[in-house]
Protein backbone atom coordinates (compact mmCIF):
# COMPACT_ATOMS: atom_id res chain seq x y z
CA UNK A 1 0.00 0.00 0.00
CA UNK A 2 2.88 2.49 0.93
CA UNK A 3 4.94 1.60 -2.37
CA UNK A 4 1.74 2.73 -4.73
CA UNK A 5 2.46 5.93 -6.55
CA UNK A 6 -1.11 6.38 -6.87
CA UNK A 7 -2.08 5.42 -3.34
CA UNK A 8 0.01 7.88 -1.92
CA UNK A 9 -1.10 10.56 -4.73
CA UNK A 10 -4.28 10.16 -3.61
CA UNK A 11 -3.73 10.41 -0.19
CA UNK A 12 -1.74 14.08 -0.03
CA UNK A 13 -4.30 15.38 -2.72
CA UNK A 14 -7.36 14.58 0.01
CA UNK A 15 -5.09 15.89 2.49
CA UNK A 16 -4.75 18.84 1.56
CA UNK A 17 -8.51 19.25 0.40
CA UNK A 18 -11.88 20.33 2.14
CA UNK A 19 -13.73 17.64 0.38
CA UNK A 20 -12.94 14.64 2.90
CA UNK A 21 -13.66 16.60 6.67
CA UNK A 22 -17.01 18.15 5.13
CA UNK A 23 -18.13 14.61 4.83
CA UNK A 24 -16.88 13.33 7.83
CA UNK A 25 -19.00 16.71 9.11
CA UNK A 26 -22.32 16.09 7.18
CA UNK A 27 -22.14 12.09 8.23
CA UNK A 28 -21.70 12.42 11.54
CA UNK A 29 -24.02 15.57 12.02
CA UNK A 30 -26.59 13.45 10.56
CA UNK A 31 -26.07 10.19 12.45
CA UNK A 32 -26.26 12.37 15.56
CA UNK A 33 -29.14 14.23 15.01
CA UNK A 34 -30.88 11.73 14.61
CA UNK A 35 -29.41 9.69 17.92
CA UNK A 36 -30.08 12.67 20.02
CA UNK A 37 -33.87 13.28 18.37
CA UNK A 38 -34.35 9.68 19.60
CA UNK A 39 -33.05 9.90 22.85
CA UNK A 40 -34.93 13.52 23.48
CA UNK A 41 -38.22 11.33 22.32
CA UNK A 42 -37.44 8.56 25.32
CA UNK A 43 -36.55 11.02 27.80
CA UNK A 44 -39.78 13.29 26.66
CA UNK A 45 -41.76 9.44 27.01
CA UNK A 46 -40.40 9.06 30.67
CA UNK A 47 -41.50 12.44 31.71
CA UNK A 48 -45.50 11.57 30.72
CA UNK A 49 -45.46 7.84 31.55
CA UNK A 50 -42.28 7.37 34.68
CA UNK A 51 -41.09 4.10 32.50
CA UNK A 52 -38.24 4.16 30.64
CA UNK A 53 -38.50 1.69 27.45
CA UNK A 54 -34.98 0.50 27.00
CA UNK A 55 -36.31 -1.37 23.38
CA UNK A 56 -36.64 2.21 22.36
CA UNK A 57 -32.85 2.44 22.44
CA UNK A 58 -31.94 -0.80 20.52
CA UNK A 59 -34.73 0.97 17.88
CA UNK A 60 -32.19 3.90 17.99
CA UNK A 61 -29.45 1.24 17.56
CA UNK A 62 -31.31 0.06 14.41
CA UNK A 63 -32.49 3.16 13.00
CA UNK A 64 -29.04 4.47 13.72
CA UNK A 65 -26.71 1.70 11.84
CA UNK A 66 -29.76 1.41 8.82
CA UNK A 67 -28.78 5.05 8.29
CA UNK A 68 -25.67 4.97 8.26
CA UNK A 69 -25.41 1.36 5.78
CA UNK A 70 -27.17 3.27 3.42
CA UNK A 71 -25.34 6.35 3.50
CA UNK A 72 -21.66 3.79 3.13
CA UNK A 73 -23.62 1.97 -0.02
CA UNK A 74 -24.34 5.57 -1.64
CA UNK A 75 -21.58 7.47 -1.33
CA UNK A 76 -18.55 4.66 -2.48
CA UNK A 77 -19.62 4.69 -6.07
CA UNK A 78 -19.69 8.50 -5.98
CA UNK A 79 -16.23 8.66 -5.18
CA UNK A 80 -14.78 5.76 -7.44
CA UNK A 81 -16.97 6.03 -10.42
CA UNK A 82 -15.36 9.44 -11.68
CA UNK A 83 -11.73 8.24 -10.45
CA UNK A 84 -10.54 6.75 -13.33
CA UNK A 85 -12.85 7.91 -15.82
CA UNK A 86 -11.80 11.55 -14.44
CA UNK A 87 -8.16 10.65 -15.24
CA UNK A 88 -9.28 9.92 -18.66
CA UNK A 89 -11.19 12.89 -18.98
CA UNK A 90 -7.80 15.39 -17.62
CA UNK A 91 -5.65 13.54 -19.63
CA UNK A 92 -3.68 12.37 -17.16
CA UNK A 93 -4.59 8.34 -17.76
CA UNK A 94 -2.38 8.05 -20.39
CA UNK A 95 0.76 9.49 -18.88
CA UNK A 96 0.08 7.00 -15.88
CA UNK A 97 -0.15 4.09 -18.34
CA UNK A 98 2.96 4.93 -20.06
CA UNK A 99 5.06 4.60 -16.70
CA UNK A 100 6.26 1.71 -15.15
CA UNK A 101 3.06 1.25 -13.22
CA UNK A 102 0.48 -1.46 -13.89
CA UNK A 103 -3.23 -1.19 -14.85
CA UNK A 104 -3.73 -3.66 -11.46
CA UNK A 105 -1.34 -0.58 -9.42
CA UNK A 106 -3.49 1.82 -10.97
CA UNK A 107 -6.86 0.13 -9.72
CA UNK A 108 -5.59 -0.90 -6.70
CA UNK A 109 -4.70 2.55 -5.27
CA UNK A 110 -7.49 4.05 -6.26
CA UNK A 111 -9.33 1.18 -4.32
CA UNK A 112 -7.04 2.00 -1.20
CA UNK A 113 -7.37 5.36 -0.95
CA UNK A 114 -11.41 5.01 -1.60
CA UNK A 115 -11.69 2.41 1.17
CA UNK A 116 -9.50 4.14 3.73
CA UNK A 117 -11.56 7.38 3.30
CA UNK A 118 -14.46 4.79 3.77
CA UNK A 119 -12.60 3.37 7.04
CA UNK A 120 -12.25 6.77 8.33
CA UNK A 121 -16.03 7.22 8.03
CA UNK A 122 -16.65 4.02 9.58
CA UNK A 123 -14.06 4.53 13.20
CA UNK A 124 -15.78 8.23 13.20
CA UNK A 125 -19.24 7.03 13.39
CA UNK A 126 -18.44 4.46 16.13
CA UNK A 127 -18.82 6.98 19.08
CA UNK A 128 -22.56 7.96 17.83
CA UNK A 129 -23.50 4.10 17.32
CA UNK A 130 -22.09 3.22 20.93
CA UNK A 131 -24.33 5.32 22.76
CA UNK A 132 -26.30 1.39 23.06
CA UNK A 133 -23.55 0.71 25.26
CA UNK A 134 -24.55 2.93 28.16
CA UNK A 135 -27.89 0.91 28.47
CA UNK A 136 -26.98 -2.38 27.06
CA UNK A 137 -28.40 -5.44 24.50
CA UNK A 138 -25.75 -4.90 22.31
CA UNK A 139 -21.87 -6.93 22.72
CA UNK A 140 -18.49 -5.96 21.06
CA UNK A 141 -18.79 -9.12 18.98
CA UNK A 142 -21.86 -7.22 17.52
CA UNK A 143 -20.25 -4.01 16.57
CA UNK A 144 -17.21 -5.86 15.20
CA UNK A 145 -20.11 -8.31 12.73
CA UNK A 146 -21.49 -4.86 11.82
CA UNK A 147 -17.85 -3.36 10.88
CA UNK A 148 -17.55 -6.44 8.46
CA UNK A 149 -20.49 -5.96 6.93
CA UNK A 150 -20.13 -2.32 6.70
CA UNK A 151 -16.40 -3.17 4.55
CA UNK A 152 -17.66 -5.29 2.28
CA UNK A 153 -20.70 -3.32 1.29
CA UNK A 154 -17.90 -0.35 0.90
CA UNK A 155 -15.72 -2.99 -1.55
CA UNK A 156 -18.21 -4.00 -3.41
CA UNK A 157 -19.96 -0.36 -4.25
CA UNK A 158 -16.13 0.94 -4.56
CA UNK A 159 -15.59 -2.11 -7.18
CA UNK A 160 -18.32 -1.89 -9.23
CA UNK A 161 -17.43 2.32 -9.25
CA UNK A 162 -14.01 1.26 -10.60
CA UNK A 163 -15.19 -1.13 -13.12
CA UNK A 164 -17.23 1.11 -14.58
CA UNK A 165 -15.20 3.87 -14.27
CA UNK A 166 -12.31 2.17 -15.95
CA UNK A 167 -14.79 1.24 -18.82
CA UNK A 168 -16.41 4.51 -19.72
CA UNK A 169 -15.00 7.50 -20.64
CA UNK A 170 -17.28 10.30 -19.32
CA UNK A 171 -17.66 10.26 -15.49
CA UNK A 172 -21.49 10.68 -15.89
CA UNK A 173 -22.00 7.62 -17.74
CA UNK A 174 -19.66 5.43 -15.24
CA UNK A 175 -21.68 7.50 -12.26
CA UNK A 176 -25.15 6.55 -14.00
CA UNK A 177 -24.59 3.15 -14.77
CA UNK A 178 -22.89 2.90 -11.17
CA UNK A 179 -26.02 3.95 -9.57
CA UNK A 180 -27.85 1.96 -11.62
CA UNK A 181 -26.32 -1.48 -10.60
CA UNK A 182 -26.65 -0.28 -7.40
CA UNK A 183 -30.23 -0.29 -7.56
CA UNK A 184 -30.53 -3.41 -9.18
CA UNK A 185 -28.64 -4.69 -6.27
CA UNK A 186 -30.82 -3.71 -3.55
CA UNK A 187 -34.55 -3.32 -5.52
CA UNK A 188 -33.70 -5.34 -8.69
CA UNK A 189 -32.87 -9.07 -7.05
CA UNK A 190 -35.90 -8.65 -5.14
CA UNK A 191 -38.20 -7.83 -7.95
CA UNK A 192 -36.92 -10.64 -10.02
CA UNK A 193 -37.80 -13.08 -7.51
CA UNK A 194 -41.20 -11.52 -7.43
CA UNK A 195 -41.92 -11.73 -11.09
CA UNK A 196 -40.59 -15.30 -11.24
CA UNK A 197 -42.58 -16.45 -8.67
CA UNK A 198 -45.90 -14.59 -9.57
CA UNK A 199 -45.30 -16.32 -13.23
CA UNK A 200 -44.85 -19.97 -11.39
CA UNK A 201 -47.82 -19.25 -9.49
CA UNK A 202 -50.21 -18.12 -12.49
CA UNK A 203 -48.64 -21.48 -13.94
CA UNK A 204 -49.63 -23.77 -11.11
CA UNK A 205 -53.76 -22.00 -10.70
CA UNK A 206 -53.75 -23.07 -14.07
CA UNK A 207 -52.83 -26.36 -13.25
CA UNK A 208 -54.90 -26.30 -10.35
CA UNK A 209 -58.27 -24.89 -12.00
CA UNK A 210 -57.45 -27.57 -14.98
CA UNK A 211 -56.92 -30.67 -12.92
CA UNK A 212 -58.40 -30.01 -9.75
CA UNK A 213 -55.49 -30.15 -7.03
CA UNK A 214 -54.32 -28.67 -4.76
CA UNK A 215 -50.48 -28.17 -5.06
CA UNK A 216 -47.87 -26.72 -2.83
CA UNK A 217 -46.96 -23.10 -2.76
CA UNK A 218 -45.16 -21.65 -5.43
CA UNK A 219 -41.38 -19.95 -5.28
CA UNK A 220 -39.19 -18.14 -7.19
CA UNK A 221 -36.71 -21.29 -7.60
CA UNK A 222 -32.77 -21.00 -8.62
CA UNK A 223 -33.52 -17.06 -8.99
CA UNK A 224 -34.13 -16.88 -4.98
CA UNK A 225 -30.36 -17.23 -4.43
CA UNK A 226 -29.73 -13.78 -6.28
CA UNK A 227 -30.72 -12.61 -2.56
CA UNK A 228 -27.47 -13.67 -1.60
CA UNK A 229 -26.08 -10.69 -3.26
CA UNK A 230 -28.45 -8.36 -2.07
CA UNK A 231 -26.68 -5.84 0.56
CA UNK A 232 -29.81 -4.69 2.39
CA UNK A 233 -31.27 -8.00 3.07
CA UNK A 234 -27.47 -9.41 4.45
CA UNK A 235 -27.96 -6.25 6.46
CA UNK A 236 -31.43 -6.79 7.90
CA UNK A 237 -30.17 -10.93 8.91
CA UNK A 238 -27.14 -9.26 11.19
CA UNK A 239 -28.99 -6.52 12.50
CA UNK A 240 -31.91 -9.01 13.13
CA UNK A 241 -30.10 -11.03 15.21
CA UNK A 242 -28.45 -8.64 17.21
CA UNK A 243 -31.88 -6.90 18.51
CA UNK A 244 -33.67 -10.66 18.69
CA UNK A 245 -36.30 -9.47 15.75
CA UNK A 246 -35.61 -11.59 12.63
CA UNK A 247 -39.22 -11.00 11.88
CA UNK A 248 -38.98 -8.19 8.60
CA UNK A 249 -35.89 -11.37 7.38
CA UNK A 250 -38.47 -14.42 7.44
CA UNK A 251 -41.13 -12.12 5.88
CA UNK A 252 -39.20 -11.29 2.92
CA UNK A 253 -37.94 -15.09 2.47
CA UNK A 254 -41.75 -16.47 2.92
CA UNK A 255 -42.78 -14.15 0.02
CA UNK A 256 -40.71 -15.96 -2.25
CA UNK A 257 -42.14 -19.37 -0.84
CA UNK A 258 -41.74 -21.69 1.73
CA UNK A 259 -38.56 -23.39 1.95
CA UNK A 260 -36.88 -26.11 4.59
CA UNK A 261 -34.14 -25.40 7.17
CA UNK A 262 -30.70 -25.66 5.52
CA UNK A 263 -27.29 -25.05 5.81
CA UNK A 264 -27.62 -22.09 3.66
CA UNK A 265 -30.21 -20.12 5.38
CA UNK A 266 -28.44 -20.54 8.22
CA UNK A 267 -25.02 -19.61 6.54
CA UNK A 268 -26.82 -16.86 5.16
CA UNK A 269 -24.73 -14.08 6.59
CA UNK A 270 -20.81 -15.29 5.51
CA UNK A 271 -22.20 -16.82 2.53
CA UNK A 272 -23.55 -13.74 1.25
CA UNK A 273 -20.74 -12.13 2.32
CA UNK A 274 -18.44 -14.44 0.69
CA UNK A 275 -20.24 -13.70 -2.43
CA UNK A 276 -20.06 -10.27 -2.43
CA UNK A 277 -16.30 -9.93 -2.04
CA UNK A 278 -15.74 -12.54 -4.56
CA UNK A 279 -18.21 -10.22 -6.69
CA UNK A 280 -16.11 -7.49 -6.04
CA UNK A 281 -12.74 -9.44 -6.99
CA UNK A 282 -14.63 -10.11 -10.64
CA UNK A 283 -15.37 -5.84 -10.77
CA UNK A 284 -11.76 -5.47 -9.93
CA UNK A 285 -10.32 -7.59 -12.38
CA UNK A 286 -12.87 -6.15 -15.01
CA UNK A 287 -11.56 -2.94 -14.40
CA UNK A 288 -8.05 -3.93 -14.79
CA UNK A 289 -8.49 -5.65 -18.08
CA UNK A 290 -9.86 -2.78 -19.59
CA UNK A 291 -7.33 -0.05 -18.61
CA UNK A 292 -4.47 -2.91 -19.97
CA UNK A 293 -3.22 -1.81 -22.94
CA UNK A 294 -3.49 -5.37 -24.39
CA UNK A 295 -7.15 -5.26 -23.92
CA UNK A 296 -7.32 -2.87 -27.03
CA UNK A 297 -8.71 -3.97 -30.20
CA UNK A 298 -5.59 -5.14 -32.47
CA UNK A 299 -3.90 -2.32 -35.08
CA UNK A 300 -4.92 -3.44 -38.54
CA UNK A 301 -1.22 -3.77 -40.16
CA UNK A 302 -1.47 -1.14 -43.54
CA UNK A 303 -0.57 -2.98 -46.78
CA UNK A 304 2.67 -1.70 -48.71
CA UNK A 305 2.04 -0.75 -52.13
CA UNK A 306 5.31 -0.81 -53.94
Not at 64 to 70: G, M, N, P, R, S
Not at 115 to 125: D, K, N, R, T, V
Request: net charge positive; charged share 10%; aromatic share 12%.
Amino acid sequence: MKGNPVYKREMTISSRSIRLPMIMLIFNSILALAAFLNMYSVTTRVEVTAEISYSSFLQMYVFLTLIEFFMLFFIMPALTAGSISGEREKQTLNLMLSTQMTPAQIVMGKLLSSMFHMALLIASSFPVISLVFVYGGIRLRDLAVLLLLYLSVALLSASFGLCFSACFKRSTAATAVSYGFLVFLLLGTYAVNVFVRSIMQMGRADYVNQVGLITSQANSGVFFYLLLLNPALTFYRVIGEQVGNLDLFVQIMEEFGNRPSSPLMEAWVPVSIGLQVLLAAGFLLVAVRALSPASGKPRRKKKIIF
